[in-house]
């Protein structure tokens, strides 16, 4: 699922040619209508739901009182609307099922400690990872396990300095962020919802 369809038929075609099956679904997930169809197309096709990753966000870093309210929407309607949005589609489905399921939402370390010129994202994310709690809570019943991840800086031309401040001295990989959510998704973390894990070489130990 993704509003760049491009990228995701880019996407199902690796996960194609490694021997799996992918559907596609071109969806905005700030809007609601959307992702509800996107939702029951999803379970039509594979006939259940038994794990929702929500990766999907967007920034744009600036100091705060150089920003608009344009901009604070948009941040909230993609970061903090967005997940809230495919969850609930997602668990229309996944709460009838016997054996339950996984959530696990990419949310990021500033939602426990902030971050300069991320103000709103900072805040959007920051009301997932507390979502993310409530909703472990209520889905227990269930069996549907709830957690997140809190990547720290992750490989990008911008963040060549930022390894400075690494304890581990080195800045994470895509693959490393992935391997954590991976994990969470499986029965290696059958006993483990509700947490936060931080996945960020020790930047922040909290």
Same mark, same amino acid.
Request: hydrophobic share 40%; proline share 4%; aromatic share 6%.
């Given at each position: 699922?993704?509003?760049?369809?491009?990228?995701?038929?880019?996407?199902?075609?690796?996960?194609?040619?490694?021997?799996?099956?992918?559907?596609?679904?071109?969806?905005?997930?700030?809007?609601?209508?959307?992702?509800?169809? *996107?939702?029951?197309?999803?379970?039509?096709?594979?006939?259940?739901?038994?794990?929702?990753?929500?990766?999907?966000?967007?920034?744009?870093?600036?100091?705060?009182?150089?920003?608009?309210?344009?901009?604070?929407?948009?941040?909230?309607?993609?970061?903090?609307?967005?997940?809230?949005?495919?969850?609930?589609?997602?668990?229309?489905? *996944?709460?009838?099922?016997?054996?339950?399921?996984?959530?696990?939402?990419?949310?990021?370390?500033?939602?426990?400690?902030?971050?300069?010129?991320?103000?709103?994202?900072?805040?959007?994310?920051?009301?997932?990872?507390?979502?993310?709690?409530?909703?472990?809570?209520?889905?227990?019943?269930?069996?549907?396990?709830?957690?997140?991840?809190?990547?720290?800086?992750?490989?990008?031309? @911008? @963040?060549?300095?930022?390894?400075?401040?690494?304890?581990?001295?080195?800045?994470?990989?895509?693959?490393?962020?992935?391997?954590?959510?991976?994990?969470?998704?499986?029965?290696?973390?059958?006993?483990?919802?509700?947490?936060?894990?931080?996945?960020?070489?020790? @930047?922040? *130990?909290?």
């Amino acid at each position: 699922m993704d509003i760049n369809e491009e990228a995701a038929n880019k996407v199902a075609g690796e996960v194609k040619e490694g021997g799996g099956e992918a559907l596609v679904v071109k969806t905005d997930i700030s809007n609601y209508e959307q992702v509800q169809k *996107m939702a029951k197309k999803v379970n039509d096709h594979f006939g259940r739901i038994d794990v929702l990753i929500n990766n999907a966000a967007w920034d744009k870093i600036q100091p705060f009182m150089d920003t608009t309210p344009d901009l604070w929407y948009r941040l909230i309607d993609i970061d903090l609307k967005g997940p809230i949005h495919v969850t609930r589609a997602v668990l229309e489905y *996944m709460t009838k099922q016997e054996a339950g399921g996984a959530i696990v939402s990419v949310v990021s370390d500033a939602a426990k400690v902030g971050s300069v010129g991320e103000a709103v994202y900072s805040a959007a994310k920051g009301g997932v990872y507390s979502f993310t709690k409530s909703i472990a809570r209520e889905m227990a019943r269930y069996k549907i396990r709830v957690n997140c991840t809190c990547p720290g800086p992750t490989d990008t031309p @911008l @963040l060549d300095d930022v390894k400075k401040t690494i304890p581990l001295r080195k800045i994470a990989t895509p693959e490393q962020q992935a391997n954590a959510v991976v994990w969470l998704a499986s029965d290696e973390a059958s006993y483990i919802t509700g947490q936060a894990l931080s996945v960020n070489g020790g @930047l922040n *130990m909290c």
